[in-house]
């Protein structure tokens, strides 16, 4: 795909199907759960629920912040992603450690009692993996289940997507493959030192791929300039191409821990983090002309301050 047509797509980008038949069906009724860890815990699950996908309140715990809803059974809880897979349970994955080569999955019936799966070990053939995070989940086009993770070699993190044909995902997956588009510039070769990463850039994080008609529109940190920046493709792997957003400068920097959810009207809203150590907040932005532009983010009421780096799955009751 040429760059030209990326953009072209980028300035007409249909809407995702089920923003189609939200905007299809007469109001209707809708349920938002949010996973989260928090800034006074990394080891554990909090568990949120909206009919609006602003206003949340816990399902485990009282009013504002709730209590966790799990623990897993070692290591850290960080960036928990959650989907509802065809069996009806929900799965969840997440970050182990800051450092470390797993990533964790456990999974529940109804959000609040979760049991743990399992670690999975990332290997990946020349990649000295030092770092495994955000992983998020990704069902494709084609019904595919599909986990992207950042792996790190020590300077550089690049999104890795690995696959699963297991019904009740198992712990069967494909082995790990970078996502063409989103590697290390031409020239770099690890290890390196600090001035060599440094000039070669820090890669990307916090991958969350949104499938929409067959194209696919990553949301991608970049871990150099601290900006959210979007990228698409026409297969999962990529190669994907970036394209400017009408006004980066919009949501700042740093940001980070994005999610991108439809909205009932086939608008669309993302979720960040700005990740400030002296007043931690969270925000939401809203799109109607198919990510073209963006509102002015409007803090989570509630919860910013509170959260760090969530997903939100949107389903139709």
């Not at 909206?50 to 715990?61: E, M, Q, T, Y």
């Not at 698409?232 to 191409?241: Q, S, V």
Request: charged share 20%.
């Amino acid at each position: 795909m040429s760059r030209r047509s990326a953009l072209a797509l980028a300035a007409g980008l249909p809407l995702s199907l089920l923003a189609v038949r939200h905007a299809a069906a007469a109001g209707p009724a809708m349920r938002y759960t949010m996973t989260a860890f928090t800034n006074d815990s990394e080891s554990a699950l909090y568990v949120y629920e909206s009919d609006d996908a602003i206003n949340f309140r816990p399902l485990v715990g009282p009013r504002p912040h709730g209590s966790p809803a799990y623990r897993p059974p070692g290591g850290l809880l960080r960036d928990p992603s959650v989907f509802r897979h065809v069996d009806g349970v929900y799965y969840l994955t997440y970050t182990t450690g800051w450092e470390g080569q797993t990533i964790g999955f456990a999974s529940s019936t109804d959000r609040i009692n979760w049991n743990h799966l399992y670690d999975f070990p990332i290997q990946v053939d020349g990649l000295n993996v030092t770092s495994s995070w955000a992983p998020e989940w990704l069902v494709d086009a084609q019904g595919r289940v599909n986990v992207i993770v950042s792996l790190s070699d020590g300077c550089r993190f690049t999104p890795h997507l690995m696959t699963t044909g297991a019904p009740a995902l198992q712990s069967a997956w494909s082995r790990l493959t970078p996502l063409a588009g989103l590697g290390a510039p031409l020239g770099y070769q690890a290890p390196v030192d600090r001035p060599t990463c440094d000039r070669f850039g820090y890669g990307y994080i916090d991958t969350t791929v949104v499938p929409v008609n067959g194209t696919y529109y990553a949301f991608i940190k970049n871990e150099t300039s601290k900006f959210i920046e979007l990228a698409i493709a026409r297969d999962p792997l990529g190669p994907y191409l970036f394209v400017p957003l009408a006004d980066p400068n919009k949501w700042g920097s740093p940001r980070e821990g994005q999610c991108v959810i439809p909205l009932p009207d086939g608008g669309w809203r993302i979720f960040f983090d700005d990740y400030d150590e002296n007043n931690p907040r969270y925000f939401y932005s809203d799109s109607h002309d198919n990510f073209r532009s963006w509102t002015t983010p409007a803090e989570l009421p509630e919860l910013s301050g509170f959260v760090r780096h969530f997903t939100v799955l949107p389903e139709i009751l």
